[in-house]
């Protein structure tokens, strides 16, 4: 085995382990890749997706011409991946450049509560389970109630699952609310219709 052929050997060696140990990482959430494609507010961005999908077509181009090289050493790249990339990061930047020329760019938006279902109709004693999507924070905790508060039901904090009262004499709309643990202004509703 002559030089070249051990030190790629080694060199490929500690490539796999480090992508192995990345993965490994990745898989116990001590890196959290939720913020990948995404910006700091949590809204997609599409500029930071065509980044990635372009580093990695350039990184995949970059592979294939070292795996496919005879010659000993490292290849001469060529200019078109070289103006892929260059293409690639220039789009990021424009598109950050416009976003950022703009205040609402740059404002971070507040947290925002969704709570679904968003209706149902429920008879005397039925149960309800409501899920609520917290958006744009990392504390994903809500407080649950429900409007009118007297007579209308009871809601589970833990598991946000409404129970209708045992007797409904009448028809009765109830609004179950979910407000954000992390930003008391964020809220979302959801709307029980009881029925006799």
């Given at each position: 085995?002559?030089?070249?052929?051990?030190?790629?050997?080694?060199?490929?060696g500690?490539?796999?382990?480090?992508?192995?140990?990345?993965?490994?990482?990745?898989?116990?959430?001590?890196?959290?890749?939720?913020?990948?494609?995404?910006?700091?507010?949590?809204?997609?961005?599409?500029?930071?997706?065509?980044?990635?999908?372009?580093?990695?077509?350039?990184?995949?181009?970059?592979?294939?011409?070292?795996?496919?090289?005879?010659?000993?050493?490292?290849?001469?790249?060529?200019?078109?991946?070289?103006?892929?990339?260059?293409?690639?990061?220039?789009?990021?930047l424009?598109?950050?450049?416009?976003?950022?020329?703009?205040?609402?760019?740059?404002?971070?938006?507040?947290?925002?509560?969704?709570?679904?279902?968003?209706?149902?109709?429920?008879?005397?004693?039925?149960?309800q389970?409501?899920?609520?999507?917290?958006?744009?924070?990392?504390?994903?905790?809500v407080?649950?109630?429900?409007?009118?508060?007297?007579?209308?039901?009871?809601?589970?904090?833990?598991?946000?699952?409404?129970?209708?009262?045992?007797?409904?004499?009448?028809?009765?709309?109830?609004?179950?609310?979910?407000?954000?643990?992390?930003?008391?202004?964020?809220?979302?509703?959801?709307?029980?219709?009881?029925?006799?």
């Amino acid at each position: 085995m002559d030089v070249t052929t051990a030190v790629t050997a080694v060199t490929l060696g500690f490539i796999g382990l480090l992508g192995v140990a990345v993965i490994w990482q990745i898989f116990t959430g001590k890196i959290d890749l939720s913020r990948l494609i995404s910006e700091p507010s949590g809204d997609a961005s599409m500029s930071r997706l065509q980044l990635l999908i372009f580093t990695f077509v350039i990184a995949l181009s970059l592979f294939l011409v070292i795996a496919n090289s005879t010659e000993p050493g490292f290849p001469e790249i060529s200019g078109g991946v070289l103006t892929l990339l260059g293409i690639s990061a220039s789009s990021y930047l424009v598109s950050k450049g416009i976003q950022f020329s703009k205040p609402e760019g740059v404002e971070e938006k507040p947290p925002t509560v969704t709570v679904s279902p968003e209706s149902v109709t429920l008879r005397a004693g039925q149960s309800q389970k409501f899920k609520a999507e917290v958006s744009r924070t990392q504390n994903k905790a809500v407080e649950w109630s429900i409007l009118p508060s007297a007579g209308a039901g009871e809601i589970d904090q833990e598991t946000g699952a409404y129970t209708a009262p045992a007797r409904v004499e009448a028809a009765l709309t109830v609004t179950v609310k979910a407000v954000s643990v992390a930003d008391p202004n964020a809220a979302g509703n959801a709307t029980v219709r009881l029925q006799p």
